[in-house]
């Protein structure tokens, strides 16, 4: 196996470099084309891990500097909560 | 960038790619896709994924039926590289009143007439299907075993693909500005890239449907409303249905990759076309699944997002041209199923700018329809 084979830049779905940089190649150059096709930032870490990597990629590909690279939305919640403990606070307010 | 196209399509979701694939497919040349972000950006790709044939109309009965069995072989049809991933688990409906199980065996009846194998379960079968389901205050249940789910992402880019190497061109990132007529026939399409000359536009903008009807004087009766759905974290499989109930207001179903995805309707929306998340949402639907569904209370909700439901008065789609502008067509108004009859929109479109014998008779899908009353109201939509 070779080195981008060998290395994953999304931890939570396991994609590999390779993946990403074929994806690149193949002309999807926007983080969110990406995140769809290969669940990239998806996952439980929110792309916390996976993000900066497919932007510096996306970076190195297009020319484009990673400041003017749209990233995906940033949606809630920011750390993983249980349903019924939302459900229970949830019940306490009304 | 100006150039000329037989055919504009606006909206790279599911229906813009699959009439743009359905046109190439028949040997239309020179089709041109338009959309002011990229491909799957908008409610495609937002969706709840699922697909079913249990609906409460003729009409949707038929193109849901139709759409699933292309589903079926699409990975073949579409030649595609990677995997649309659909998981036949079936749909199972759960009713909490008399009333609605009525519903459900009118519904039922509708569907057995139209070749669709679903049936009335007690709640004891539908203990057996979803084990970790709470019975307590339902009152039955309808199960199809031939309704699922699959990625609405690798789907559309299924057909994205199949139709680029049919020839068809993709402008993503191009919001069309403006339509220009003359003497009430289409002249071009302006976007902020250029022009793009043409005598036909298809309108396939989902949420953003009424903004390209009102550059043309097409008065349309929809409007869109964001609804939302939350992802847990991953586990092994333990549920191979979709479970949805109208009156409790939810659907939820296990993906294959082992994250559950849940959503549900809220009246009291605004009809704008935010896509923003809300607290009452997360409330709202975890207090739901922990009672209907009490186990999955124990995963972790690890995201939410939202996305726009494009409603007509009945909740049955627009098809067909319009009488205002010669050329301009509607695949409009799927108000929230959409993705659904992503393969059959693509086909009756295509059949209409062609003048082709319909494979399903829309004519009643029509805009007139609105005008003339005589609606036909779906009643299955959460």
Not at chain 2, 18 to 46: E, P, Q
Not at chain 2, 83 to 97: M, P, R
Not at chain 2, 204 to 226: F, Q, T, W
Request: proline fraction near 4%.
């Amino acid at each position: 196996m070779t080195k981008e084979e060998n290395t994953i830049v999304c931890r939570c779905s396991d994609v590999t470099l390779k993946e990403l940089r074929d994806l690149i190649k193949e002309g999807y150059t926007d983080y969110n084309e990406i995140k769809r096709i290969t669940r990239i930032g998806m996952g439980p870490c929110q792309g916390k891990t996976c993000t900066q990597i497919v932007l510096r990629e996306l970076s190195n590909a297009t020319g484009k500097p990673v400041s003017e690279i749209r990233n995906q939305n940033n949606r809630p919640p920011v750390v993983g909560v249980k349903l019924k403990l939302i459900a229970e606070e949830a019940d306490k307010d009304e | 960038m100006n150039k000329k196209a037989s055919v504009v399509i606006i909206g790279a979701g599911i229906s813009g790619c699959s009439a743009a694939y359905s046109l190439a497919k028949k040997g239309v040349k020179d089709v041109v896709v338009v959309d002011k972000s990229y491909v799957s950006s908008g409610a495609t790709g937002r969706c709840g994924a699922g697909v079913r044939m249990q609906w409460g109309t003729e009409m949707n009965c038929k193109l849901a039926k139709k759409s699933i069995e292309f589903y079926e072989n699409a990975n073949e049809i579409l030649g595609y590289d990677r995997d649309v991933e659909f998981k036949q688990g079936g749909y199972l409906l759960v009713a909490s009143t008399d009333k609605e199980m009525e519903q459900f065996e009118k519904n039922v009846k509708l569907q057995n007439s139209l070749d669709i194998p679903s049936k009335i379960v007690t709640l004891d079968e539908a203990k057996d299907i979803v084990p970790h389901l709470n019975t307590e205050g339902l009152t039955g249940g309808a199960f199809c075993p031939k309704d699922g789910f699959l990625n609405p992402f690798k789907t559309t880019d299924a057909y994205y693909k199949a139709a680029k190497k049919l020839g068809v061109e993709f402008l993503t990132h191009t919001e069309v500005l403006e339509i220009k007529t003359k003497d009430n026939k289409i002249e071009k399409v302006i976007t902020d890239k250029g022009e793009i000359y043409t005598d036909k536009v298809v309108n396939a903008a989902g949420g953003h449907s009424k903004n390209i009807c009102d550059m043309v004087g097409v008065d349309l009766p929809v409007y869109s409303e964001r609804h939302q759905i939350l992802v847990t974290e991953p586990i092994e499989p333990m549920q191979d249905p979709m479970v949805m109930s109208f009156s409790l207001n939810f659907y939820c179903q296990q993906t294959p990759e082992g994250t559950f995805i849940m959503g549900r309707g809220d009246d009291t929306e605004p009809r704008d076309l935010r896509v923003t998340s809300s607290w009452k949402f997360m409330d709202e639907m975890a207090k739901t699944i922990t009672n209907v569904l009490p186990p999955l209370g124990e995963l972790r909700v690890i995201r939410q997002w939202a996305g726009l439901y494009n409603i007509t008065p009945d909740k049955q789609p627009i098809y067909g041209k319009v009488k205002e502008v010669d050329g301009f067509y509607l695949a409009v108004g799927f108000s929230g199923h959409g993705f659904m009859f992503g393969p059959l929109t693509g086909v009756v479109i295509s059949e209409m700018i062609l003048e082709e014998e319909p494979t399903i008779d829309v004519s009643m899908l029509g805009i007139e329809r609105f005008k003339k009353g005589n609606l036909i109201l779906e009643p299955s939509v959460v």
